[in-house]
């Protein structure tokens, strides 16, 4: 699970990545949030690398 000093910035970029109609987003993260984006996006039209 994020380490609780990453929460506040995981729940941001989720809920941006939740709302945005459309966009281009570069997010530099810690490998375990990164991880668990990839997870919670890849049934949606997003590409994560």
């Known amino acids: 699970m994020i380490e609780a000093i990453n929460q506040e910035a995981y729940e941001t970029v989720s809920w ?3 709302n945005a109609d459309m966009g281009f987003f570069i997010v530099t ?16 039209r997003v590409a994560i690398f």
């Open 29 to 44: 993260a810690p490998h375990n949030m990164q991880r668990e984006l990839a997870e919670r996006y890849k049934t949606r």
């Open 16 to 18: 941006i990545m939740d």
